[in-house]
């Protein structure tokens, strides 16, 4: 039977440590999952105004197969500088691709819109994310915050604070699966006829607070009262799914594909023109990758692992910038 890991964090599967770093002046932050050993990886953009750097090398047809991190940031298309500032502290130590007698180090990022949440200060000089990467890599540990923190800090969900957000899953035959995202929707976390999680029946005993009990009438689909006000590229869901099973380029796609289906379970509606939901898949795995009998079994319990992370980010987040935790609405 599936259960979280002992941290019940992306850090639960082997090989895999998560720093992170605020600008709490600017309200921004980046979150970066480094691999110790270089990670077979993929992406899957489902969103309608995404923001990314170094996917395109994540498709079938390139060259390279591994990435050292993932940058997960805030700042909109300034935020994609905090992979420059990873890539520098992993370069310092020998980590990259190898070209000749040079070491590239492989770190695609994507970024959620936070440039407008209130209260927050304009930087006067460079945007601080290249710094803030630095920081991140440098802090990179088993532990790390949930809720108000890294990539999170100026996410909102819906009408709701948003956060980061993390879980884990160990399944039966051992295999670890692992999820880490930056809660920033137009869409809700919350049914808007009572409050309750769209996805809270998928949470393990003890996992989030106690629930509004379910109404008897299924919910308007066409009720869109708790999700933010229409702005392109104005917000965006950002996720790494990761795994101790080996999985080549085509396992991680498909696992990313999978897990998507994770955000349409916790958020309605996911995948809007307003968002640029992106998913990341890293295997740290090593031997003959999994059959797709097995990858269909791991790409399912992918999507209810990022489910649940998605509701840990949001129990996790308390109220800021006029934005209400989802505890400080439910009293």
Not at 15 to 36: C, F, N, P, R, Y
Not at 180 to 192: F, H, T
Not at 208 to 225: E, G, H, M, V, Y
Request: net charge neutral.
């Amino acid at each position: 039977m599936a259960a979280p890991g002992p941290r019940n964090l992306i850090t639960d599967v082997p090989g895999l440590l998560v720093g992170q770093a605020e600008d709490h002046d600017s309200i921004t932050g980046t979150t970066v999952v480094l691999a110790k050993r270089p990670a077979v990886a993929a992406v899957d953009v489902r969103g309608g105004a995404p923001g990314s750097r170094e996917t395109e090398l994540l498709g079938f047809a390139t060259l390279v197969e591994q990435v050292d991190a993932i940058v997960l940031s805030g700042g909109s298309a300034f935020g994609l500088d905090a992979a420059s500032g990873v890539m520098d502290g992993l370069a310092a130590t020998g980590r990259g691709f190898a070209v000749r007698d040079v070491r590239v180090p492989i770190v695609p990022a994507a970024i959620l819109f936070d440039l407008t949440f209130p209260g927050r200060r304009h930087w006067t000089g460079p945007p601080p994310h290249r710094v803030l990467g630095e920081t991140a890599l440098a802090a990179a540990d088993a532990d790390f915050t949930l809720g108000n923190a890294g990539a999170g800090l100026g996410a909102k969900a819906g009408r709701l604070k948003g956060g980061l957000g993390s879980a884990s899953t160990r399944l039966g035959d051992g295999t670890t699966i692992g999820a880490v995202v930056a809660v920033n929707c137009w869409g809700s976390v919350v049914r808007p006829d009572c409050g309750r999680l769209w996805a809270a029946e998928l949470a393990h005993p003890g996992e989030i607070p106690a629930q509004p009990s379910l109404p008897a009438s299924a919910p308007d689909a066409a009720d869109l009262s708790a999700c933010a006000p229409g702005a392109a590229g104005a917000n965006t869901t950002i996720a790494v799914i990761a795994t101790d099973a080996p999985l080549d380029k085509a396992g991680c796609r498909r696992l990313a594909i999978m897990a998507q289906d994770g955000l349409a379970q916790s958020i309605r509606p996911a995948h809007t023109p307003f968002d640029g939901d992106t998913v990341f898949a890293l295997s740290t795995g090593e031997g003959t990758a999994a059959d797709p009998l097995r990858q269909a079994a791991i790409g399912a319990a992918a999507a209810t692992c990022l489910a649940r992370a998605v509701m840990r980010g949001i129990m996790a987040a308390g109220s800021l910038g006029g934005f209400p935790s989802w505890r400080q609405r439910r009293g």
